[in-house]
């Protein structure tokens, strides 16, 4: 349903773009968000947008580098990530919620699940 890509290795201060290409089904009507865990501790949330894109949401630690946008006649969800910090370094996953607007800045009403892309910041 939702395959993430765009990872890859990068210097600090550098920037990558992350693809989520979906399905219609899964990416229609529905909130968007993408997510990144580390080696050794627990998945996080990283920012999610609404249906037609007009609300967005951030975690604190990526908030003014990061940004999530969405185009929905192409079914794809991005993730502009610039000023990569090594503190970065995680594998990324997308997800797709149930419902056009995420229950908050976190997983909880997230649906579906896509494979990862690791990205790796180097200092």
């Known amino acids: 349903h939702l395959q993430a890509s765009g990872g890859g290795l990068v210097q600090a201060w550098g920037s990558l773009r992350l693809s989520c290409a979906a399905s219609r089904r899964t990416i229609s009507n529905n909130a968007m968000g993408w997510f990144r865990q580390a080696p050794g501790k627990e998945r996080e949330f990283v920012a999610a947008?609404?249906?037609?894109?007009?609300?967005?949401y951030y975690s604190d630690s990526v908030k003014g580098r990061f940004t999530i946008s969405r185009d929905n006649a192409k079914n794809t969800v991005y993730l502009q990530a610039n000023s990569l910090k090594p503190e970065d370094t995680a594998v990324y996953y997308c997800?797709?919620?149930?419902?056009?607007?995420?229950?908050?800045?976190?997983?909880?009403?997230?649906?579906?699940w896509g494979k990862g892309t690791q990205v790796t910041v180097s200092s």
């Open positions: 997800a797709s919620y149930l419902g056009s607007y995420p229950r908050g800045r976190g997983d909880n009403g997230v649906k579906y």
């Open positions: 947008i609404s249906w037609r894109g007009d609300n967005t």
